[in-house]
């Protein structure tokens, strides 16, 4: 039974509520669709389970959900919290402003507040801010023996920053895998292509360039747009990015729209910097947290019709990613 959570591999915790399913201190379930997430406590994502745990635990949160009285409800979600500190989150059939707001701002808020608790402390890793050369600049003025301390750890977090591994690529040939670190993100493209899917994920990593389309894409896309979105957003945000979604069977569209919408073909060149054409950093905040949202849905939607062998393969590399991180 899988344990960490697959997008930022941190620990799901455990319950002694749940006989059938002991993971995580929040669960989220549709009985009617038959969907049981575990949502994670660091990054507030949903975590969609393997469909032959999922049955006897939905009917467990249900059993336990009517049990309980309700701390926060509307007409299709609600909330409650056991005794022993297990959280449950029952969802009915929201409309999709709804379930958008409950699934996705506190993992955009959080996102938001992290990334301003810590601006001026350290540059990005492409480029330093202004914000930050400034500060560093009037530290070594006025405080002289203590700014060489904070300048030399800020020079290190962005180094540190700059080589974290964010995703891994499949190489054409053989079971190699190649590391996309944070320096690699700003040449991330989405395109568009004449294949099945309709559009294709031009990534550089450390032994080169690569394209993805199908399954393959979209995990490492995934990885990608945390990462790229890690300023958040607000509720004006998610409210655009809802809209620019519109309805729930237009999520797979939503990816062709965006790969057109890069007006890009291949042989054509930009007389100022074809970089920036299809670059997923240059879009706006809106269309990059619908591109999340969208990503999550075509996986979840591939998990119920019976194809779980991509939820299996993207949990799998949650795990590895977790153990690899314990050896550190």
Known sequence: MYSTCLFCTSHLGSNEIIEAFPVGRRLAFDSARGRLWVVCKACFRWNLTPVEERWEAIESCERSFRSTPMRVSTDNIGMTRLREGLELVRVGSPLRPEFASWRYLPVFEKRRWNALSVAGASAPAEKPGWTSTMWMASSLILFPPFAMFTVAGTIRDVYTHRLKTYARVPAEVGSRTFAVKAYHLPEARLLHADNPWGWVLEVEHENGRSELSGPPAQRVLGRLLVAINATGGTQVDLDRAVNLLGRQDESQDFFHRQGRASNWRRGRRYWWD??????????????????????????????????????????QEAEEIAAIADTL
């Open 274 to 315: 074809d970089s920036l054409v299809g670059a997923l950093k240059n879009r706006a905040p809106s269309a990059r947290l619908a591109l999340e949202m969208a990503l999550h849905e075509n996986v979840e939607r591939a998990a119920m019709e019976g194809e779980l062998q991509q939820l299996q393969e993207a949990w």
